[in-house]
């Protein structure tokens, strides 16, 4: 139950209203059953006149009706019986609603802290992880996980309702409902197996399930070369293995769940025949509370099998939780510390003084300096893999040198608030990336603070304006998946569009402009 535990930790206020209300709710349901063994008896006086003496709970009740001075008749504890369903029915509807603003917020909260601790990690961390399963992480585990929570909150809810029915059979006999309860607990125990076997199922589904949606992130983003060159089904081949595993660990979640209630049912059956026979043949008890101990032994029965059987589903959830959170771990050791207060200007310019850097030791730049005016035009030159990304990439602090340092102006990097700088810089990557939505949406990226007229004056500084005019419906057009309504030339330039909105005091065009005719 650590799941539940550090959930519960989390959401301290909720989880106690929660318990709380479905420990008034039970108490509500006994009250309610107590009243059926008076009301057997008041039946019998009006039946038969082959009325028994209330035992237990039954005397326990009659004995509050005498203190209040009332009469136990058959419309008071009918009265009783009806008032305690609404009761438990209120607690109880008390108790879901908490429930499941939890669970709503563990779904927000583990999404959330995702997103921020992948944003504020560093750009090394950030480009090694498998965007599909970081899409996969935000989407499916964090609704798993808080499934998870919900199956753990309904075993409490359940153990508290098998606790009150066993009390209440106690009360009646103590040895029969003893008996009946080791026999249940026993049951439970042999049946443990299956429990075990969801629970591997579930983590085989988390694995899995991480593994086939960045495979396919990845193939989607290559669909149309593919397609082209008729390679689909050989890359499709890629995820056949996968999804096989990922049907063979849903099939067996899906037995071990089925098998589980079958056994349950057919156990929680027997136990009661026998107790039925020894408390009739044997005990001498009276037939009303033989019948309403039988009602209750089996509904304590029935609700330790729900447990057992919340915990197997809450246990089929939880690997999403923990995969969850060492995602979230894993990206906030990885965070990007910016020591820098000051504020930059870019005034005179950048330069770059005796900058060695390398990836995995292997050497890209080695003692490089540079000098960029501010109000210039610099073109940085060079074959592939000559390090024209990986001196941006330093530019914008996305990366820092081994040796050597960037200045703006007369200020080092390290001592630039590094937030602020990037305010100021406009860049357009070699790959064009595009939201599936408007082009005035991919041009502000929904800022608030920019407006129309704002993208307007980036479309036409882009050269954009006039294509985006033709469009059915102008700027608010959508673009596709990726950008792929538009032409390369035309995704170029809602890129470049983009990069001049904020009207940055640094453009950094990378390759920006390879779809472009030359004008």
Known sequence: ??????LTSRYPGRTAAAVVALLLAGIAEGVGLSALFPLLRVAGDVGSGLAEEPSGPGRVLVGLFAAVGLTPTLE???????????VKSGLALLANRQVGYIVAGVATDLRLALIRALLAARWPYFVGQPLGALANAVATETTRAATAYLHGTTVIAFIIQAAVYALLAFLVSWKAALGALVVGLGVMVLLNRLVRVARRAGARQTRLLR???????????????????????VAGGLLLSDTLGLNDALRREVFSREALRSFQELAITIVVAAGVYAAVTRAELPFSSVLVMTF??????????????????MLT?????????RAVSEADQQQEISVGTMSPLLRGGLRLDGITFAYEGEPVLRDVSLTVPAGRVTVVVGPSGAGKTTVVDLVTGLLRPHQGEVWIDELPMAHVDRAAWR??????????????????RNVTLGDPALTPADAEYAL???????FVT??????????????????GGQRQRLAIARALIHRPALLILDEATSALDAD
Request: aromatic share 4%; with cysteine.
């Open 1 to 6: 139950m650590r799941l539940l535990t550090v």
């Open 76 to 86: 008071a504890l009918l009265v009783v019986i009806v008032a305690a369903a609404a």
């Open 211 to 233: 593994s086939l949606v960045a495979r396919l992130a990845d193939l989607l983003q290559s669909v149309k070369p593919l397609k082209s060159m008729g390679r689909e089904p």
């Open 296 to 313: 209750m032994i089996a509904r304590a029965l029935v609700g330790l099998g729900k447990v057992q059987r919340g915990y197997q589903q």
């Open 317 to 325: 959830c939880e690997s999403a939780f923990w995969s969850l959170e």
């Open 423 to 440: 305010r100021m810089i406009g860049y357009v990557p070699q790959e064009t990336l595009l939201l599936h939505d408007s082009v005035l």
């Open 460 to 466: 036409r500084a882009a050269g954009a304006w006039d």
């Open 470 to 487: 033709l469009l059915p419906d102008g700027v608010l057009s959508l673009v596709g998946e990726r950008g792929g309504r538009l032409s």
